[in-house]
């Protein structure tokens, strides 16, 4: 059976810090994606991973695919208020796309 | 229009109801996908329709719950004889091909 797992599944931080939200996938896939969602809304697409190797960056996040290891990672550098959501992962397999728990972040003035 | 579309955004119904739930997806985009959102919960993938091809329904939970798409356009999500554990946020999503998915704001399904 194929999991997705994020961790930490919740996560309250202060302005300013760094962290780093990891994604674990228990199959082969060279497709990542993350999304972002405020409470009561739909999911906002934010990175699109490709390929082993992979990193883009939007703003103070930056998310990283390894194939390999089967692992993703979405670091938040010098988080801001704004940034509180819950974010999900999302492995493509075969067309049918398999979502982590999602990670509940707040951020903290 | 821009975006996905659903309707209706909120939906209350008496439980042994039927409910229709409907999904406009972005034009020319080729493939649509419908999944359920408990509280709290990840995405359950339930659905996917990719163009005129068969439409994958494995992620179906139970034979009440059944969609339908018209061609490349609407679709719609009818689930028979509702459950109070039918309860959730329906969201659908369309993409061209297999990239990226734009999400509708999701019809909240509230069965009593």
């Known amino acids: 059976e194929l999991k997705v797992e994020q961790n930490p599944l919740f996560l309250s931080m202060q302005e300013g810090k760094n962290y780093t939200i990891y994604c674990n996938y228990s199959t082969t896939s060279d497709r990542l994606y993350w999304y972002r969602q405020d409470p009561g809304k739909s999911l906002e697409s934010l990175f699109v991973?490709?390929?082993?190797?992979a990193v883009k960056q939007e703003g103070r996040l930056m998310a990283s695919l390894d194939t390999k290891a089967r692992l993703s990672t979405l670091h938040i550098t010098a988080a801001v208020h704004d940034l509180s959501a819950t974010y999900f992962c999302a492995v493509d397999i075969s067309r049918q796309f398999y979502f982590g728990t999602g990670t509940s972040l707040t951020v903290i003035p | 229009g821009a975006g996905v579309s659903q309707s209706p955004s909120n939906k209350v119904t008496e439980k042994g109801k039927d409910v229709e739930l409907r999904c406009d997806p972005i034009?020319?985009?080729?493939?649509l996908y419908w999944y359920r959102q408990r509280l709290g919960q990840g995405l359950e993938f339930l659905i996917y329709?990719?163009?005129?091809?068969?439409?994958?329904k494995s992620g179906l939970p139970s034979d009440r719950f059944s969609a339908e798409r018209t061609g490349e356009s609407v679709s719609t999500l009818t689930i028979q004889r509702t459950q109070q554990e039918d309860s959730a946020v329906y969201l659908c999503a369309s993409s061209l091909q297999r990239y990226e998915q734009y999400f509708g704001p999701g019809t909240r399904l509230t069965v009593t």
């Open positions: 034009s020319g985009h080729t493939a």
């Open positions: 991973l490709l390929s082993n190797g």
């Open positions: 329709f990719q163009g005129n091809s068969a439409p994958d």
